[in-house]
């Protein structure tokens, strides 16, 4: 049962195969039986699972009708406010904050009568591209246990990789729903800017933040979307559109089919597997009927450092109100409110979070702020304006997700060049605020997830899913499993 996809599981309740709480008993063993490896899960509360799943069961026994996920358990980025339950952001911090609230995101999974299944690590405040930056423990990839799933939101990825639920919800600022999707051997998409409302969620980069589905495959990725998206007035970032039913269209190829290959993304320091997986991608739309053709992102070469000016700016601002006064940590030893002030924010921030704090202030300091940051705002137009000249004559921009498959755990912790590098295929799509997805595309030789990226302009989600559904259907990547499930089948 926890191989099936949310569709399956959903045909199994209609159909009285199964039922909500069988599903979710199912699911809870599987984190028990796996779960002591990966990591993935910060917080779950057996308990609340099989109640939620019990009042569904209630619910279709007494024919009242049921959302789009009923039944169906979605893990949740310890980012997200959930009412009650603890939110830390995989910060000490936050270490003891429970959300009077919930997110607009919880709210519309509960009104789908989805099982909302626990909180999952990532990198402290979504800082990271490994999940090493968690103040409480390190997630582990499915496929090598040795090796990091990706982050920020390797929680997510890996306990949707590990079969430990069917849907989750993570984040992207940078790459953190696509990049930990590919190297997790999963389906992961961060929707346009505005889509998705994002009330409730704890803000690193306030500009570049947006909430994304991870599922097993396209279609579920498709109905979770459906699911959570569409206008929040809570939210004054949230775009003026409803949710589509991208479920009802995903399986609909698109004809005809324009593909963009941008040769930037084929540069130097790219792993000659990764570029080999997603070249007999490009040859397989080709079969599909698809034209290729050769666009170009001159500025996307400026996208990391435009994206670690403008981000880290954000984030000083952002994580000012963990002050030790209101909310979060404070110090239990102290002399006076500047002292409290800093020994709080010492403690309870991680590494790389003062690293970021720090860079931001600095970017935005008096003398500074015109050179840096402002410059950052200039460049960042000129990426979208290379988008938009792209897309004029192409549907969608294909390339790798993340220029290698998984590292080892430790591999660049100490070398944050390194580790931001990791997400230089997917941070212009925050810079430009426009929809990415990453597919399965093929395995390294040492049995590791490779990932192929996806882009479309603004608000065509429905369009960049039929596309990756396309693929999707014309290969069987998604249907392999790791290790570690595989030898419980």
């Known amino acids: 049962m926890i191989q099936l996809t949310a569709h399956e599981l959903r045909r199994l309740q209609e159909t009285g195969q199964a039922n909500a709480e069988s599903i979710a008993r199912a699911f809870l063993d599987a984190v028990r039986r796996h779960d002591g490896q990966v990591k993935a899960f910060l917080h779950l509360d057996e308990d609340e699972v099989l109640r ?72 402290e405040f979504a800082m990271g591209s490994s999940t090493e930056n968690s103040a409480y423990q390190t997630t582990r990839n499915p496929w090598n246990l040795d090796c990091v799933p990706g982050g920020s939101s390797g929680g997510s990825a890996a306990a949707v990789a590990a079969c430990e639920v069917p849907l989750s919800l993570g984040t992207d600022t940078g790459g953190s729903v696509r990049q930990p999707a590919s190297l997790c051997g999963i389906v992961g998409m961060k929707p346009t800017y505005g889509r998705v409302s994002r009330y409730g969620l704890i803000a690193y980069g306030s500009s570049l933040d947006q909430v994304g589905p991870f599922a097993r495959d396209v279609g579920d ?26 479920s009802q269209t995903v399986d609909q190829p698109l004809k005809p089919l324009t593909i963009g290959v941008a040769k930037e993304y084929f540069a130097e320091g790219l792993d000659p597997e990764v570029e080999k997986a997603v070249r007999t991608a490009i040859d397989v739309y080709k079969s599909l009927g698809a034209t290729i053709k050769d666009v170009t992102l001159p500025h996307s070469r400026f996208a990391v450092a435009t994206y670690y000016l403008v981000a880290t700016a954000e984030a000083s601002s952002n994580l000012a109100r ?109 810079l430009a605020g426009i929809p990415g997805i990453s597919v399965p595309c093929g395995f390294s030789s040492s049995g590791l997830p490779l990932g192929l990226q996806l882009l479309a302009a603004p608000y065509e989600e429905e369009k960049l899913l039929r596309v990756a559904r396309m693929y999707e259907q014309a290969t069987e990547w998604r249907r392999r499993r790791p290790p570690l499930v595989a030898k419980d089948a």
Do not use: W
């Not at 830390?88 to 936050?94: F, N, V």
């Not at 699911?227 to 004054?236: Q, V």
């Not at 080892?408 to 997400?423: Q, T």
């Open 52 to 123: 939620q799943a019990k009042a569904i069961d209630a619910k279709r026994a007494a024919k009242q009708p049921l959302g789009p996920l009923a039944g169906i358990p979605v893990a949740i980025k310890d980012v997200l406010c959930v009412q009650g339950q603890p939110a830390t952001c995989g910060s000490k911090i936050l270490q003891n904050f429970r959300p009077p609230y919930d997110a607009t995101v919880v709210a519309k999974l509960r009104e789908a009568d989805a099982v909302l299944f626990g909180s999952t690590n990532m990198d």
């Open 322 to 430: 963990y002050d030790g006064v209101h909310f979060g940590h404070r110090a239990a030893d102290y002399r006076g409110l500047r002292d409290m002030h800093c020994k709080s924010r010492g403690e309870g921030f991680g590494t790389e979070v003062k690293r970021r704090i720090m860079l931001g202030a600095y970017a935005l300091s008096s003398g500074y702020v015109d050179a840096y940051y402002l410059k950052a705002l200039k460049v960042r137009r000129l990426i979208k304006n290379d988008f938009d000249q792209a897309f004029a004559d192409c549907d969608v921009i294909l390339g790798p997700t993340s220029p290698t498959p998984a590292f080892r755990v430790g591999e660049k912790s100490a070398d944050p060049l390194a580790m931001y590098l990791s997400d230089i295929y997917t941070i212009s799509a925050n």
């Open 221 to 246: 990725v498709a109905l979770l979307l459906e699911s959570i998206a569409g206008h929040d007035p809570r939210d004054s970032t949230s775009g003026p559109r409803p949710s589509v039913a991208y």
